[in-house]
């Protein structure tokens, strides 16, 4: 038995062949180069194809193929909507593979990025034997994939997780419409944000952000290390908001981890026990002795790992 993860990024298309165990058996990948709408569907259906003809020829039995997708997938319609590849507002993905599958009794399942992350790290990274876990994903914008006694939670719409809409401030204001509070704060983008809001009204500042015409969180944590004072007041900020936010769903939810991935947390891996100090002054004191944080085991395979879990459980549930 063996099964298809695929992961569809904003740059990329990942695939591999994983056994019954998770081990990946064959891998390969493919540039989004900017494609959009039915062009990307195309790439996938590519790159599936080539996975089954390399399942072919080593004799390997394909028998589910799950795909992690970087947006919403709503599972009453089957359809896709991915923010950043245009054309895919509300893309018919699960129709598209299982036309192009039909006859050969091979199932399909999608879910999104941040469930999937959650999945690949009960499988095979950080949350394994764990059946109330949740994957805090932190990047470009942020996300929380939630597992509930072995479940994702979906919610009702299939939007369960969107959490840079936790209002963590207040009064609330206006910049928040687009991507929340949270994130707006906390994200990759929005810890290079808070810096050149920070200079923009600072006097007199002189550290190593002030000369660069654009600033990435990676300049952040780089100044931080090199004790700038603005990146110091970001990333203590970042610290305080994380925290906060896991307190919550500590709070609510009670999990036996919460995992931190996603590409801020690279970097900021080396504060997640600051993260968690910062959480124990905010979260249900007992539910937060209980809880463990950690970072990511899996880094940028979490999502593929977790399609391929998505895969496995299609057909051992």
Request: proline share 3%; aromatic share 8%; glycine share 12%.
């Amino acid at each position: 038995m063996a099964v298809i993860g695929l992961d569809l990024g904003g740059t990329k298309l990942s695939g591999a062949i994983f056994d019954q165990n998770g081990t990946i058996l064959f891998k390969n990948s493919s540039p989004l180069n900017r494609k959009a709408g039915s062009e990307v569907g195309e790439l996938i259906i590519n790159l599936l194809d080539g996975l089954l003809s390399v399942s072919t020829e080593k004799g390997i039995e394909i028998n589910s193929i799950g795909v992690c997708i970087p947006g919403i997938y709503w599972a009453k319609t089957g359809s896709v909507w991915a923010p950043n590849i245009k054309g895919w507002e509300n893309y018919p993905l699960l129709e598209e593979l299982t036309s192009h599958l039909a006859g050969k009794n091979i199932s399909v399942c999608i879910d999104s990025d941040r469930a999937c992350y959650v999945l690949g790290e009960v499988w095979q990274g950080s949350a394994k034997e764990c059946k109330d876990v949740i994957f805090m994903a932190v990047g470009t914008g942020i996300g929380a994939g939630i597992l509930i006694n072995g479940e994702v939670l979906r919610g009702a719409n299939d939007i369960a997780g969107a959490i840079g809409w936790l209002a963590l401030e207040r009064p609330y204001k206006e910049k928040f419409i687009q991507c929340g509070c949270y994130e707006y704060y906390a994200s990759g983008d929005g810890l290079a944000r808070s810096a050149e809001e920070i200079i923009n009204l600072s006097k007199g500042y002189a550290g190593e952000l002030k000369s660069l015409s654009s600033i990435t969180s990676y300049d952040v944590f780089k100044g931080y290390k090199n004790n700038d004072e603005v990146a110091v007041k970001v990333i203590s900020q970042g610290i305080e908001l994380w925290g906060m936010a896991a307190a919550n769903l500590v709070s609510l939810f009670n999990p036996e981890k919460i995992v931190f991935g996603g590409g801020v947390f690279g970097p900021a891996s080396e504060l997640v026990e600051e993260i968690y100090k910062e959480a124990r002054k905010w979260a249900q004191p007992i539910s937060i002795t209980k809880v463990k944080f950690e970072k990511s085991q899996l880094g940028s395979d979490a999502g593929l790992i977790g399609a391929g879990y998505l895969a496995l459980k299609k057909i051992i549930s």
